[in-house]
């Protein structure tokens, strides 16, 4: 208990710094701000005019699919604003040696690597993402309850810890291939797969596209249980995945440390 207070004490200092950075830099700030929200209304006008075509994919009608890439924009704000800037740096901070001296801070490694810089801008996209939710959930009179709320919100959260787990896993292999700085890029791209049905992944008969199914869990399931199209074998499964691959990449990066051997 006093390690978790500890940690949460430096996180809101972390928290501090951050605003700090945003005091000195407001312009780079304001150019974040703008290209991420922007970002964030291109994807909710391309699936709205996408879906005045297809009427009707893989049992989601239009109007389920726009929630679908609703749910998209917030859960990938909360990640990008949290996490994804941090493993930005990753392939820097090995490639340079940087990463000798957080070995030697009293701090947790992974939580040094994953959790120090926060991207206040991208909120943005959640905070976009949630009006436009409540907006089109009004507009179209879906049928949503209060445990349909708390079971969205707290699954969307479970899709979070399974995108930071997944991510984590790719980007720890670069302590023994830092000059893998691509890396990243290919991880925004396979993050796109997670605005897409389940079922898209499982019914294209391509194997590959089968390993991209914990991605498309993240947001249809939660999704599904707003709409109440439950489907309590993808939410287990989205459970699951979450906690296991949390603890899988944990264990894997206690690995990974075993074969540093720093960059002098």
Same mark, same amino acid.
């Given at each position: 208990?006093?390690?978790f207070?500890?940690y949460?004490?430096?996180y809101?200092?972390? +928290?501090?710094?951050?605003?700090?950075?945003?005091?000195?830099?407001?312009?780079?700030?304001?150019n974040?701000l703008?290209?991420?929200?922007?970002?964030?209304?291109?994807?909710?006008i391309?699936?709205?005019?996408?879906?005045?075509?297809?009427?009707?994919?893989? =049992?989601?009608?239009?109007?389920?699919?726009?929630?679908?890439?609703?749910?998209?924009?917030?859960?990938?704000?909360?990640? @990008?604003s949290?996490?994804?800037?941090?493993?930005?740096?990753?392939?820097?901070?090995?490639?340079?040696?940087?990463?000798?001296?957080?070995l030697?801070?009293p701090?947790?490694? *992974?939580? *040094?690597?994953s959790?120090?810089?926060?991207?206040?801008?991208?909120?943005?996209r959640?905070?976009? =993402?949630?009006a436009?939710?409540?907006?089109?959930v009004?507009m179209?009179?879906?049928?949503?309850?209060?445990f349909?709320?708390?079971?969205f919100?707290?699954?969307?959260?479970v =899709?979070?810890?399974?995108?930071?787990?997944?991510?984590?896993?790719?980007?720890?292999?670069?302590?023994?291939?830092?000059n +893998?700085?691509?890396m990243i890029?290919? +991880?925004?791209?396979?993050? =796109?797969?997670a605005?897409y049905?389940?079922?898209?992944?499982?019914?294209?008969?391509?194997?590959?596209?089968?390993?991209?199914v914990?991605?498309?869990?993240?947001?249809?399931?939660?999704?599904?249980?707003?709409l109440q199209?439950?489907?309590?074998?993808?939410?287990?499964?989205?459970?699951l +995945?979450?906690?296991?691959?949390?603890?899988?990449?944990?264990?894997?990066?206690?690995?990974a440390?075993?074969? @540093?051997?720093?960059?002098?």
């Amino acid at each position: 208990m006093n390690t978790f207070k500890r940690y949460i004490r430096i996180y809101k200092a972390v +928290l501090k710094i951050n605003v700090a950075l945003i005091l000195a830099y407001r312009a780079n700030f304001l150019n974040h701000l703008f290209s991420t929200g922007a970002w964030g209304v291109f994807n909710f006008i391309w699936i709205t005019l996408l879906t005045n075509k297809a009427k009707q994919a893989f =049992g989601w009608n239009g109007n389920e699919l726009v929630v679908i890439t609703i749910g998209y924009i917030i859960i990938t704000g909360v990640h @990008y604003s949290l996490f994804a800037h941090n493993f930005e740096n990753f392939s820097r901070i090995i490639d340079r040696g940087e990463f000798d001296g957080m070995l030697l801070k009293p701090l947790d490694t *992974q939580f *040094q690597m994953s959790m120090m810089r926060v991207s206040f801008a991208s909120l943005i996209r959640t905070i976009l =993402g949630s009006a436009l939710l409540v907006w089109w959930v009004v507009m179209h009179q879906f049928s949503v309850g209060i445990f349909q709320i708390v079971a969205f919100i707290a699954l969307m959260g479970v =899709g979070v810890v399974l995108m930071y787990a997944v991510w984590f896993l790719f980007i720890t292999t670069l302590i023994w291939y830092p000059n +893998l700085s691509n890396m990243i890029e290919l +991880l925004y791209t396979l993050n =796109g797969f997670a605005r897409y049905p389940t079922k898209m992944l499982t019914a294209s008969g391509f194997t590959p596209l089968l390993l991209l199914v914990p991605l498309a869990l993240i947001v249809a399931t939660p999704v599904s249980v707003l709409l109440q199209k439950n489907t309590w074998s993808d939410v287990g499964l989205l459970v699951l +995945l979450g906690i296991g691959l949390f603890a899988v990449s944990r264990v894997f990066w206690k690995f990974a440390l075993k074969s @540093y051997t720093s960059a002098s």
